[in-house]
């Protein structure tokens, strides 16, 4: 048996650093392996990078739908809008989600300031709601919404007219829609003959119509079934307004804006029927509670200040109601409504000069500078606007008339301006528009007659 030799301190170190040599080896191949696994795994998705952004929930229709309940609610129309509609683009099979979109989209054209900007959101709803009855031709409340759309269409085509005694052709328009509405609601009571909502919206539609009789009966058999709904309380106002009943009609619109509180249409509405009554203070309350409301959910609505304007105008307070118009003119200086009321406000306190700027920019339309002009623009900061004039309709015929008379009364020979000769095309346009219409011709007619002494015909 061979004895060992004892290693020298030369040997002993080599083979440590051997042994350190493979370890490392052995290590570093271990990592590149484990390596090439991790982006392997990384790359097929089996292991999520750390580096990648944290995942965001994906949001569903329902929280979009409760979304806009909640707007419509708080009375952010636009926003209740935007949120359903969200919900529709996901789920656009949902009948009841395009139902209650149409819905709101009718009642936010109440919150519009021009016929033309109601008539395209009605159209919005319509879509929107003949998509709903496609989906569910057999749902109740689809059928009541949609008769309810085709009444306020109806109505909106009915106020862009441009005769009060209406053409043919117009009136039959307005006919279909309203009878194709009823019908719609009669279908909806007879899949749920406790439908109170298809109820009432039939007993709007028979007001429309002028059928006294079977709008009350309807709207009375709704507020037995269901007395918590805003529109029930809501149409019965309306009934009330239309015979005269402006008291009654306070205390109907008033539970419904119990039910939604932050709805403003029905405010306006409360204050315009004190308006009738003669109440102004009672009216001017209504309408600035509607403003302040619009300012704590941060809408732009010009509405409620040409309310204020107009029942100071009532009053004689045209200064006061000049303000409210400036203000008006300050959250949409792009509508041509808005410099409409400013120029009767100014016709009515006698200044004419500041009355035919603002009445052009309503009428014909006006350039930038002029719309400035109107607006007292005073800083670099106001925006250049170019307003484009409204069609003459039932609506706005009082913009034209007033317009064409300031500018007659205005005409003087020696004038470089020659008001008449922009005067008598709008004169002659209006009456022919409302030849059947006996109070605005003999508004018309002393234009026409200083007109015609200066030769202008």
């Known amino acids: 048996m061979k004895e060992s030799i004892p290693l020298s301190g030369k040997q002993m170190a080599f083979r440590q650093r051997r042994s350190t040599h493979s370890i490392f080896l052995l290590v570093l191949l271990l990592l590149v392996v484990g390596s090439l696994y991790l982006l392997r795994s990384v790359l097929s998705g089996e292991i999520q990078s750390p580096f990648a952004p944290t995942a965001i929930p994906t949001r569903t229709a329902s929280s979009f739908t409760l979304e806009g309940e909640t707007q419509f609610t708080a009375g952010n129309l636009g926003a209740a809008i935007e949120a359903y509609g969200q919900a529709a683009r996901l789920e656009p099979a949902n009948a009841?989600?395009?139902?209650?979109?149409?819905?709101?989209?009718?009642?936010?054209?109440?919150?519009?300031?021009?016929?033309?900007?109601?008539?395209?959101?009605?159209?919005?709803?319509?879509?929107?709601?003949?998509?709903?009855?496609?989906?569910?031709?057999?749902?109740?409340?689809?059928?009541?919404?949609?008769?309810?759309?085709?009444?306020?269409?109806?109505?909106?085509?009915?106020?862009?007219?441009?005769?009060?005694?209406?053409?043919?052709?117009?009136?039959?328009?307005?006919?279909?829609?309203?009878?194709?509405?009823?019908?719609?609601?009669?279908?909806?009571?007879?899949?749920?003959?406790?439908?109170?909502?298809?109820?009432?919206?039939?007993?709007?539609?028979?007001?429309?119509?002028?059928?006294?009789?079977?709008?009350?009966?309807?709207?009375?058999?709704?507020?037995?079934?269901?007395?918590?709904?805003?529109?029930?309380?809501?149409?019965?106002?309306?009934?009330?307004?239309?015979?005269?009943?402006?008291?009654?009609?306070?205390?109907?619109?008033?539970?419904?804006?119990?039910?939604?509180?932050?709805?403003?249409?029905?405010?306006?509405?409360?204050?315009?029927?004190?308006?009738?009554?003669?109440?102004?203070?009672?009216?001017?309350?209504?309408?600035?509670?509607?403003?302040?409301?619009?300012?704590?959910?941060?809408?732009?609505?010009?509405?409620?200040?040409?309310?204020?304007?107009?029942?100071?105008?009532?009053?004689?307070?045209?200064?006061?109601?000049?303000?409210?118009?400036?203000?008006?003119?300050?959250?949409?200086?792009?509508?041509?409504?808005?410099?409409?009321?400013?120029?009767?406000?100014?016709?009515?306190?006698?200044?004419?000069?500041?009355?035919?700027?603002a009445l052009q920019c309503a009428v014909t339309g006006c350039d930038a500078a002029t719309s400035c002009d109107v607006r007292q623009c005073d800083d670099a900061n106001n925006p250049a606007i170019t307003v484009e004039g409204m069609p003459l309709t039932v609506n706005t015929v009082v913009y034209y008339y007033t317009y064409a008379s300031v500018l007659a009364g205005m005409h003087r020979a020696s004038d470089p301006n020659q008001y008449c000769a922009t005067a008598v095309p709008i004169l002659k346009q209006v009456g022919e528009a409302f030849a059947g219409d006996a109070s605005i011709i003999s508004i018309i007619t002393p234009s026409e007659d200083i007109c015609a002494n200066y030769g202008y015909r």
């Open 96 to 357: 009841q989600v395009l139902s209650e979109l149409a819905r709101i989209q009718a009642y936010s054209s109440a919150t519009l300031a021009t016929d033309t900007d109601r008539k395209v959101r009605m159209e919005e709803a319509l879509k929107s709601i003949d998509s709903a009855v496609a989906m569910a031709p057999d749902d109740s409340t689809v059928h009541a919404i949609r008769a309810f759309v085709l009444d306020w269409y109806a109505s909106t085509i009915q106020s862009m007219q441009t005769n009060q005694t209406a053409s043919a052709a117009g009136n039959d328009l307005v006919a279909q829609y309203l009878t194709e509405g009823e019908q719609e609601a009669s279908k909806a009571i007879v899949l749920d003959p406790n439908n109170a909502l298809a109820m009432a919206y039939n007993a709007e539609i028979y007001l429309d119509q002028q059928k006294w009789v079977q709008a009350e009966q309807y709207i009375n058999n709704a507020l037995a079934i269901n007395p918590n709904l805003m529109d029930i309380h809501r149409i019965r106002a309306i009934v009330q307004e239309s015979g005269g009943n402006y008291a009654e009609a306070i205390k109907e619109y008033k539970l419904a804006a119990d039910i939604n509180p932050n709805l403003t249409f029905l405010y306006i509405r409360i204050g315009i029927n004190y308006r009738q009554l003669r109440q102004y203070d009672e009216a001017l309350k209504w309408f600035d509670k509607a403003a302040t409301i619009d300012k704590q959910l941060g809408i732009d609505d010009p509405t409620p200040y040409l309310a204020i304007s107009k029942t100071y105008s009532q009053t004689g307070d045209f200064f006061i109601a000049a303000r409210n118009v400036m203000s008006a003119l300050a959250i949409d200086p792009t509508s041509p409504e808005v410099y409409g009321s400013l120029g009767v406000v100014y016709f009515k306190s006698r200044n004419y000069e500041g009355a035919i700027p």
